[in-house]
C-alpha cells in the first residue's frame, strides 16, 4: 500500500502479531463504527472519549498495543462537516463529474493529495472517498460524486485520487461497491444484471482501481445485487474481492448498510454508522447479535481474526499508526488545484459564435436566474463541502423520508456575476433573478448577450423524476432565447438535462460530461466546439 507504512509483508506479519494479542472485547470492539455528534445524528454516543473530533464514524483504537481509533470522514469532493467541529471548514473541490471531464490523472492525485493532507490536520485518519458507481441512470441524485459511464476512464482517476490520499497516511475506501447507482429507495432495491455484464463494467473498474492504488477499505452498497444485499453477497465480497482479486484490506458497510450479523459470514468486516442500523434493522448488528452468534458457534474464531487483521493490515501499510504531526496544509495551493479542476472540467456544448465573449461586442449583458448573484449550487448529502467563510446561501427544500433534511439549496461563495464584472469591466452587466419569463425578456432585449444560469437540486438520497429543469426555467430560457439570439446557457447541473431551446439558444455550457453526450442532439453540438 502507499503512504509511508510498512510494506504489504510486514503490515501482515504485524497485523497477526497485535490481533493474536487483542481480547475478544477488544476484537469486537474494532468491528463497529458509530457517528459522531453532528446535523445528521444530533447525539453523542458514549463510546466516544470526550476531546476526539466529532466525525462521520468513530471506531476505538487499543491504547496498549499501539492500535490507533480511527476517525473517518465523508470525502468524495473534501473533507465533510456536517455540523461536527464548529466553524471547520474545507476546499471545496468541483463535482467528481467535472474532475474526470479534464481527462487529467494528475489532477486527480493532487486533489486526493490535498484532501488527505486536510484529513491529517485535522486528527482524522480514515477519508470515506473513491466514490467511483458508474453513471448508469442520469436521474441518480448522486452522480455529481461519481466520475463517469466508462469503466476506464473512472478507475484510472479513482485510483489517482487514493493513490493522493493515502500518501498521505490516511485510508481511503472506494465505493460504493457496487450497482449503486440509485438513491430512491436505495437501501430496498435489487440490481439484476448478468455476471459477465457486470465483470466487464462495474467490477472491472472497481478491480483496476484496488490493483492500482490498494485503497485501505472498500465500503458496501446498499442495495441488493441479484437478490443479495451488497453487504451480504458471498460472491461479490468473498469470491471476486477477496479470493479472486486478492484484495488484502478491510470491507466496511455503509451507514445503514447492515442488514444482519450474517453480513460477518459473508464478507464484510466492520459495520458504520451502528445507530442508524439500529434506526433501519432495529439492532447494532456488529453490536451484541455477533456476539451471541460468536458465542454460540455460528460465527467462527477463525473468520473473527481475518476481520481485525484486515483492519489492523491497512492501518499499518497506510501507517495512521504514525504519531508525527502533520504539516499545515496549503490552503491557498489547494484552493489552486479547485480552481484547475473547474477550469478544465468545462464542457462547451454548442457555440455558434458568441464565445469567447469580445469586448468590442459585449457592452451589455444580462446575466439571469440560477443564484447567479449568490454562488454555484452543489449537491446535498454527505458529499457536501464548507468552504473558507461559509455557504453564501443554504436554502432548504425539505421532501419525504430520512433524507428530507439533508434536501437543500447550498451555494458556494463564488458568485459568477462577480467573476463577470470582474472579468469584463468595460461592461454594463445587469441581473435578473429568472423568476418571470417576462422580466427576463425585457432584460435580455436590451442586452448584446444574454447569459442564463439554469440550475437543479440534486444529492443524497434521493433521485431526480426527469430530466427537465424545475421551477419555469425552460420557460425562462425560451423566452430569452426568443429576443436575443446571443444566448448563452450555463448548466449548473450534476446531471443531464433535457433541452427543448437547444436549437434557439447560441450557446450551451456545462461543468464536466466526462463520457458520451446523452442527448442525441449533442453530437452536432460538439461538432461546434
Request: proline share 7%.
Given at each position: 500500500m502507499c503512504g509511508e507504512g510498512l510494506a504489504g509483508s510486514d503490515a501482515d506479519v504485524r497485523a497477526r502479531e497485535i490481533e493474536a494479542q487483542l481480547t475478544d472485547d477488544e476484537r469486537f470492539s474494532l468491528l463497529v463504527g458509530v457517528m459522531g455528534a453532528g446535523d445528521m445524528w444530533p447525539l453523542r454516543d458514549e463510546r466516544i472519549p470526550d476531546g476526539v473530533p466529532m466525525s462521520a464514524g468513530y471506531v476505538p483504537g487499543v491504547p496498549r498495543l499501539g492500535v490507533p481509533a480511527l476517525l473517518m470522514s465523508d470525502a468524495s469532493l473534501g473533507v465533510t462537516n456536517p455540523g461536527f467541529r464548529p466553524g471547520d471548514t474545507a476546499t471545496a473541490l468541483p463535482a467528481g463529474l467535472a474532475l474526470a471531464a479534464t481527462f487529467n490523472p494528475a489532477l486527480a492525485r493532487a486533489a486526493g493529495q490535498a484532501i488527505g493532507r486536510e484529513a491529517r490536520s485535522r486528527g482524522l485518519n480514515v477519508l470515506?472517498?473513491?466514490?467511483?458507481?458508474?453513471?448508469?441512470?442520469?436521474?441518480?441524485?448522486?452522480?455529481?460524486?461519481?466520475?463517469?459511464?466508462?469503466?476506464?476512464?473512472?478507475?484510472?482517476?479513482?485510483?489517482?485520487?487514493?493513490?493522493?490520499?493515502?500518501?498521505?497516511?490516511?485510508?481511503?475506501?472506494?465505493?460504493?461497491?457496487?450497482?449503486?447507482?440509485?438513491?430512491?429507495?436505495?437501501?430496498?432495491?435489487?440490481?439484476?444484471?448478468?455476471?459477465?455484464?457486470?465483470?466487464?463494467?462495474?467490477?472491472?473498474?472497481?478491480?483496476?482501481?484496488?490493483?492500482?492504488?490498494?485503497?485501505?477499505?472498500?465500503?458496501?452498497?446498499?442495495?441488493?445485487?441479484?437478490?443479495?444485499?451488497?453487504?451480504?453477497?458471498?460472491?461479490?465480497?468473498?469470491?471476486?474481492?477477496?479470493n479472486t482479486w486478492g484484495f488484502r484490506g478491510w470491507v466496511m458497510s455503509d451507514w445503514g448498510g447492515t442488514p444482519s450479523w450474517d453480513c460477518a459470514r459473508h464478507g464484510l468486516d466492520q459495520e458504520s454508522g451502528a445507530q442508524i442500523d439500529a434506526l433501519f434493522w432495529q439492532a447494532e448488528s456488529f453490536g451484541e447479535?455477533?456476539?451471541?452468534?460468536?458465542?454460540?458457534?455460528?460465527?467462527?474464531?477463525?473468520?473473527?481474526?481475518?476481520?481485525?487483521?484486515?483492519?489492523?493490515?491497512?492501518?499499518?501499510?497506510?501507517?495512521?499508526?504514525?504519531?508525527?504531526?502533520?504539516?499545515?496544509?496549503?490552503?491557498?495551493?489547494?484552493?489552486?488545484?479547485?480552481?484547475?479542476?473547474?477550469?478544465?472540467?468545462?464542457?462547451?456544448?454548442?457555440?455558434?459564435?458568441?464565445?469567447?465573449?469580445?469586448?468590442?461586442?459585449?457592452?451589455?449583458?444580462?446575466?439571469?436566474?440560477?443564484?447567479?448573484?449568490?454562488?454555484?449550487?452543489?449537491?446535498?448529502?454527505?458529499?457536501?463541502?464548507?468552504?473558507?467563510?461559509?455557504?453564501?446561501?443554504?436554502?432548504?427544500?425539505?421532501?419525504?423520508?430520512?433524507?428530507?433534511?439533508?434536501?437543500?439549496?447550498?451555494?458556494?461563495?463564488?458568485?459568477?456575476?462577480?467573476?463577470?464584472?470582474?472579468?469584463?469591466?468595460?461592461?454594463?452587466?445587469?441581473?435578473?433573478?429568472?423568476?418571470?419569463?417576462?422580466?427576463?425578456?425585457?432584460?435580455?432585449?436590451?442586452?448584446?448577450?444574454?447569459?442564463?444560469?439554469?440550475?437543479?437540486?440534486?444529492?443524497?438520497?434521493?433521485?431526480?423524476?426527469?430530466?427537465?429543469?424545475?421551477?419555469?426555467?425552460?420557460?425562462?430560457i425560451a423566452a430569452v432565447a426568443a429576443v436575443n439570439p446571443n444566448t448563452v446557457v450555463v448548466c449548473e447541473t450534476g446531471n443531464p438535462v433535457a433541452m427543448p431551446w437547444a436549437e434557439e439558444v447560441n450557446a450551451v455550457v456545462r461543468p464536466g460530461i466526462p463520457a458520451r453526450p446523452v442527448l442525441r442532439r449533442s453530437r452536432k453540438c460538439l461538432s461546434d466546439k
Open positions: 470515506l472517498a473513491g466514490g467511483m458507481n458508474l453513471a448508469r441512470d442520469p436521474r441518480n441524485g448522486r452522480n455529481f460524486e461519481y466520475l463517469s459511464e466508462d469503466p476506464l476512464l473512472t478507475a484510472t482517476m479513482a485510483a489517482e485520487s487514493v493513490l493522493g490520499i493515502q500518501q498521505q497516511g490516511v485510508i481511503s475506501t472506494i465505493k460504493h461497491y457496487t450497482l449503486n447507482c440509485n438513491e430512491t429507495n436505495r437501501h430496498w432495491l435489487n440490481a439484476l444484471i448478468d455476471p459477465d455484464a457486470h465483470r466487464e463494467s462495474d467490477l472491472l473498474a472497481f478491480e483496476m482501481v484496488i490493483e492500482r492504488a490498494r485503497p485501505g477499505a472498500v465500503m458496501t452498497a446498499y442495495n441488493k445485487i441479484n437478490g443479495d444485499y451488497a453487504a451480504q453477497n458471498t460472491y461479490l465480497l468473498t469470491e471476486v474481492l477477496k447479535p455477533l456476539r451471541a452468534a460468536y458465542a454460540d458457534g455460528r460465527m467462527s474464531q477463525e473468520r473473527l481474526s481475518d476481520m481485525v487483521r484486515r483492519i489492523l493490515r491497512s492501518m499499518f501499510a497506510v501507517g495512521i499508526d504514525r504519531t508525527d504531526p502533520p504539516p499545515a496544509p496549503d490552503m491557498a495551493a489547494h484552493n489552486d488545484i479547485a480552481l484547475q479542476i473547474a477550469r478544465e472540467g468545462i464542457v462547451l456544448l454548442q457555440n455558434r459564435g458568441v464565445l469567447p465573449l469580445a469586448a468590442e461586442s459585449t457592452a451589455r449583458i444580462a446575466v439571469i436566474g440560477g443564484y447567479a448573484q449568490r454562488g454555484v449550487p452543489i449537491g446535498f448529502g454527505s458529499a457536501a463541502v464548507v468552504p473558507p467563510g461559509g455557504y453564501a446561501e443554504v436554502i432548504p427544500i425539505g421532501g419525504p423520508g430520512l433524507s428530507g433534511g439533508m434536501r437543500k439549496l447550498q451555494l458556494l461563495p463564488s458568485s459568477p456575476l462577480d467573476a463577470l464584472r470582474e472579468r469584463l469591466a468595460h461592461a454594463q452587466i445587469e441581473f435578473d433573478p429568472g423568476i418571470s419569463p417576462a422580466e427576463a425578456a425585457v432584460a435580455a432585449r436590451l442586452a448584446d448577450v444574454a447569459i442564463v444560469f439554469a440550475i437543479r437540486v440534486e444529492g443524497e438520497g434521493v433521485d431526480i423524476a426527469d430530466l427537465s429543469l424545475p421551477w419555469g426555467q425552460d420557460a425562462v
